[in-house]
């Protein structure tokens, strides 16, 4: 695996894989502000926001998230 599709900073790369899901779900806004408060670098998160054919793909790992959309009402 080449460097650009290899991670080295695993908090920082889930950050984002959680990002990406939250713009699809939510919104770029959410997004910003959620991978903003774990730290990750602007840059990086104009380009990944911005720029979806340059994401490098999820781990098997990323792409198995929590639900991040809410739940039906229990009866």
Known sequence: MNERQR??????ANAVARGVNIQAVRGTQLAHHYMRS?????????RVLAEPA??????????????????????
Do not use: N, W
Not at 7 to 12: E, G, I, L, N, Q
């Open 38 to 46: 774990k730290g990750v670098s602007e840059a990086v998160i104009a």
């Open 7 to 12: 991670r080295s900073d695993a908090v920082t």
């Open 54 to 75: 340059l994401r490098r793909p999820p781990s098997s790992e990323q792409a198995i998230s929590e639900a991040i959309t809410p739940s039906p009402p229990q009866p």
